[in-house]
């Protein structure tokens, strides 16, 4: 079974948010498909169940992610909250240029990312 594709929004210098986010499945995790940039990739995640949940980025494949030597990241989701992460693509892209991400089971969340802008 394939991950859920978390949609990427590309701002502007200039531009505000949008875009709708995935509603994530934890049985069968979720992918951030960033074939040709994962630099400055925001994730936000909206936790909007009763319990707290879980999320894990899983490692990425060395090369490109010569930082994947430091395993996976767990980041807790308290009920009712969101969680903006900026994520290290060092650390967790695929050779496709893949991040995946994993969900605690029971987890109640959605999940956008927005490529920031860059300068110059």
């Known amino acids: 079974m394939s991950r859920g594709v978390i949609p990427i929004i590309e701002l502007s ?4 948010g949008g875009g709708v986010p995935l509603t994530v499945d934890p049985l069968i ?3 951030l498909e960033s074939s040709s940039r994962t630099d400055n990739l925001l994730l936000i995640l909206h936790n909007n169940g009763v319990g707290d ?3 894990s980025f899983q490692p990425g494949a060395n090369p ?3 930082r994947s030597g430091l395993g996976a990241q767990q980041v807790t989701l308290p009920a009712g909250t ?4 900026l994520l290290e693509s060092a650390r967790f892209v695929q050779a496709n240029g893949a991040i995946w991400i994993d969900f605690s089971s029971g987890l109640e969340a959605t999940a956008i990312a ?4 860059t300068v110059g």
């Open 13 to 16: 210098m200039n531009g505000l």
């Open 29 to 31: 995790g979720a992918v």
């Open 53 to 55: 949940g879980a999320v």
């Open 64 to 66: 490109p992610a010569f």
């Open 82 to 85: 969101e969680r903006a992460i």
């Open 114 to 117: 927005y490529r920031l802008p």
